[in-house]
């Protein structure tokens, strides 16, 4: 739910990267209590200074807004 989400803004998570977007310059990801093609995804957006990111591998990621 909406507001079950809204508790982690403004804390660091660690998501697994789902898929990364170069061109558009963003990745998706989840955290622990995200299902794929079920829940919300976590938008990790401004990667181009980022060589952290790989499908399938963890990151830890401020949650700065709401995720969709």
């Known amino acids: 739910s909406t507001k079950k989400l809204a508790k982690h803004i403004g804390t660091t998570q660690k998501v ?3 898929s990364i977007n170069y061109e558009e310059g963003y990745a998706l990801a989840r955290n622990k209590y995200n299902a794929p093609d079920v829940d919300g995804v976590v938008i990790i957006e401004n990667i181009a200074n980022r060589n ?3 499908v399938g591998e963890f990151v830890n ?5 709401k995720q969709t």
Do not use: A, N
């Open 16 to 18: 697994i990267v789902d």
């Open 52 to 54: 952290d990111l790989q």
């Open 61 to 65: 990621y401020r949650m700065d807004t």
